[in-house]
């Protein structure tokens, strides 16, 4: 970026006022010849360093965009990129900034009992199960056998590692793109009351779906007594493959929180007369709480907890303040950690981190009035899934923190939490496939469901 380009001069190589394509383009036509392709430098100083002479905060990187330094050979963008399309632009360099450092370091690629030492303990990686389709979520039962759900629509018990034919008479799943049998939870009193949730994706005949909970009982390997505690009405269902949730978190109070995504629909995560893209709040057998925030507000769906949510895939409860922990898929860039409390609107898509998939902006605007700010967000995105707090003893270090899996990027990440705020975060391995869930297990380990391949592991201290 070393001469000034006039607007009509951007006009001449397609770039105008009202520049609307794909952002890399527009990086590649006026920026990488000075700066690189992949920020590597050239005519212009590399943007991989730390010592930015403007600095390098998203601020300070829009102003750079926006306002240019002639006398330094920095052009101003301002007249033919809009302010939504300069956020774009910063979350661009972001992505290209963190794939080079990606490149460049050097994380942990266990294979099975190769030992890994982290900041806080060595462990090593055990397969425990196989021969699974999609492993997507985990629960325990009381006699340490675990309940694994397919995406596919199965639901499998592993006893002591060795896989279960499938519980017979589950859920019809809608088992395309994003959809299919989702969430698996254990009632806090399982013992005397046997119930089992399930989350699904419910289909229609029209090709619409939308995320449904049931709970039943497993008796003889087939699935019994099903009630349904939350069904939306069919006009809510959507088209399309995306966006379904859904996690569960059960309380001592007798309720259980689920989310829902929005199903690729924006607009619908600010709709309080829709029950897309939020979190809900229920009593465990589908009662609605009369406190839930907008319980008496006409037209609005009595379930809701809170709202602005794109597609929630992780919710937690922390075992000391049991402050409700969620994060949430953003779109390119801007994955999100939120603390959920009632009645709070998340902002999607009125805020974001992130621009669209095709690398056009969504919005300029990553904060307003009103509007939640995450407790930390992912930009570029890690495409975020599971998580689970830490409650065991194996690990006494790792006591209360979080542990976030995701998908694109394929790690698994150690983020330590005091109160409300996130005081650091540590890559535990990288790479060795997609992670769906994460929960501890009664002997104190760490299980996690691994998609490429389709498998669970377990995290256990190495000697």
Known sequence: MIRKLSAAALLLIGCSPAFSADVTQFFNQNCANCHGRNLEGGQAPSLLTENWKHGNDDASIAHSIREGYVTNGMPSFKAALSEAEIRAMVVLIREKRAYAQREQANFARPSTDQRVASKEHAFQVKTVAERLRTPWSIAFLPDKRMLVTELPGGLRIIDNGEVQPAVEGTPRVRASGQGGLLAVGVHPQYSSNG?????????????????????????????????????????????????????????????????????????????????????????????????????????????????????????????????????????????????????????????????????????????????????????????????????????????????????????????????????????????????????????????????????????????
């Open 195 to 463: 119930w089992i949730y399930l989350s699904y994706a419910d289909g229609l005949s029209n090709g619409s779906a939308l995320t449904v909970v049931v709970r039943g009982r497993i008796k003889e390997n087939r699935w019994t007594d099903q009630e349904t505690i939350f069904r939306a009405d069919e006009k809510f269902y959507k088209r399309g493959g995306v966006h379904f949730g859904s996690r569960f978190v059960f309380t001592d109070t007798g309720h259980l929180f689920f989310s829902i995504g929005e199903r690729g629909d924006k607009e619908n995560a600010q709709d309080l007369s829709r029950p897309n893209g939020k979190v809900h709040r229920v009593f465990d057998d589908g009662r609605v709480p009369q406190d839930n925030p907008f319980v008496n507000q006409p037209g609005a769906y009595p379930t809701i907890w809170s709202y602005g949510n794109r597609n929630p895939q992780g919710l937690a409860a922390h075992p000391v303040t049991g402050d409700l922990w969620e994060t949430e898929h953003g779109p390119r860039g801007g994955d999100e950690l939120n603390v959920i409390r009632p009645g709070v609107n998340y902002g999607w898509p009125l805020i974001t981190y992130g621009m669209d998939y095709n690398g056009t902006p969504i919005t300029a605007l990553t904060a307003k009035e009103g509007l939640e700010q995450p407790i930390i967000h992912w930009t570029p995105s890690i495409a975020v899934c599971g998580i689970g707090f830490y409650t065991g003893d194996k690990f006494p270090r790792w006591k209360n923190n979080l542990f976030v899996t995701s998908l694109a990027a394929q790690e698994l990440r150690r983020v330590v939490i005091d109160g409300r705020k996130v005081t650091s975060q540590e890559i535990l391995f990288k790479d060795i496939g997609r992670i769906r869930d994460v929960v501890t297990g009664p002997d104190g380990a760490l299980y996690l469901a691994m998609n490429g391949p389709d498998r669970i592991i377990r995290l256990e201290p190495a000697e």
